[in-house]
């Protein structure tokens, strides 16, 4: 299971991972804490009457095109997108940021101890970034690990079940960034990235540790295609396609995650998220991070 905090979310962050994991035949969900009504046009192409006035009609639409492309389930847990105030507004009445934790955590607590999942994805402490809806995904996915297997807790919300293992996703680290800047510069290509590995940029960003990678990159195009049925959110012409798919595989072939909570015994670092879940089975090894010196030559 993941949880997210607005549409689009489940295919910028571990899409790949659902995407191996779903062909490989195991079950996956992804929870969507909200609808993403907030979120504004980010495609120049979307930009057109109609558009932002059924905001959540059409983002609706997005998810189940992209759930159906990495081939996961969806669950819309029903809460109401808090938007991005700015500094010193007030949260808008009612949406999902504001609400106490058990009333937040209720639906999800009951897709957990539907659905019974293994193993949970989510968000560390900072959300990956201050939005108020990734704080708060992150808040009630750590209640919902811990409260889901406790039959006194939440009661009328289905068979108590206890997830074993809760990771937070590492997305797009300083490591990450910084890998690919260099591996463009290499290949004699522009770096979109040159802002973005500065220290103001990473001011406040988690430094998560890396304990989980997961090789994926045979799915990074399945990865592309959910994230492009995102049309409202996502320009396909835009600084996320800008690195060519084959040194991103060459370079960065996994997708990063640190295990956060775990009821079952496991050798660290791990390749897969089912590690101390599963009998061992044979798993290519991970290639290392390649040398800039090498990519130079």
């Not at 029903?78 to 639906?107: K, N, R, T």
């Not at 996703?169 to 910084?178: A, G, L, P």
């Not at 991103?248 to 879940?277: K, M």
Request: hydrophobic share 40%.
């Amino acid at each position: 299971m993941a949880v997210h905090a607005h549409p689009d979310d489940e295919s910028s962050k571990g899409a790949a991972t659902l995407a191996r994991y779903a062909a490989e035949g195991v079950d996956v969900l992804v929870c969507t804490c909200t609808g993403g009504e907030r979120g504004d046009v980010l495609n120049p192409a979307m930009d057109r009457p109609g558009v932002l006035e059924n905001m959540a009609e059409i983002r609706r639409a997005e998810m189940a095109e992209a759930a159906a492309i990495l081939g996961v389930g969806h669950r819309w847990l029903g809460f109401v997108d808090s938007g991005l105030p700015g500094e010193g507004e007030p949260l808008p009445e009612g949406c999902f940021a504001v609400q106490d934790l058990e009333v937040a955590a209720a639906p999800l607590v009951a897709a957990v101890r539907e659905f019974r999942p293994h193993v949970i994805l989510t968000y560390d402490e900072t959300g990956g970034y201050p939005h108020p809806d990734h704080i708060m995904t992150h808040r009630v996915s750590v209640e919902a690990f811990e409260a889901a297997g406790d039959p006194g807790r939440y009661p009328g919300a289905g068979e108590p079940w206890q997830p074993l293992k809760l990771y937070y996703m590492v997305s797009f680290s300083r490591e990450w960034f910084s890998a690919i800047h260099e591996g463009l510069l290499a290949r004699g290509l522009e770096s979109p990235l040159a802002d973005v590995i500065t220290e103001d940029w990473f001011e406040g960003m988690p430094e998560l540790t890396t304990t989980t990678r997961i090789t994926c990159d045979d799915y990074f195009e399945t990865r592309d295609r959910a994230i492009k049925a995102h049309a409202t959110q996502i320009d396909p012409e835009g600084p996320w396609f800008a690195t060519p798919r084959d040194l991103e595989r060459e370079i960065w072939p996994t997708e990063d995650y640190q295990l956060a909570r775990s009821h079952v015994e496991t050798e660290l670092p791990e390749t897969d998220l089912f590690a101390g879940l599963r009998e061992p089975r044979e798993l290519p090894e991970l290639p290392e991070l390649p040398e800039l010196r090498e990519l130079r030559a």
